[in-house]
């Protein structure tokens, strides 16, 4: 299968390689199937998340662990089980990122993780109850958890 993306071009890619959201993403709940592409094949520090239905919508999603090393995430055994009741070794966290020219004004979405299964590739956009974390956390602010 193929698909275009602004960063890319055109891609090719399997159904394996889609990750599934049932509920889709917050505000884009009608979009159900991604296709995760690395800026580097050799890390997952920063992907471009392409929707498979919509071409137009992609999103660039950041490892937090890679800008904000004492992230941690803790997801509900609600959120779990909907991605299918991973070991916690079996879960990867991205967020959602809005890189600027400046790297320091970026921002990432520490708030809302999205949580994936790594073995079966269902993922879900988590909320998390930790005042700690923000809808619009600064790059700048790598030492972690500051505000």
Known sequence: ???NNKYFGEIEYTAEEAIHFSEGLFGF????EFLPIPFDEESDTLICLQSLEEEALSFILLNPFSF???YDPKITAAD???IGDPAEEDISYYVIGVIREEIADSTANLKAPIAVNAKTREARQIILDDPAYTFRHALGKQQGREE
Do not use: L, N, P, V
């Open 1 to 3: 299968m193929k698909i």
């Open 29 to 32: 709940e009608e979009q159900k």
């Open 68 to 70: 904000f090393t004492d």
């Open 80 to 82: 779990r089980s909907a």
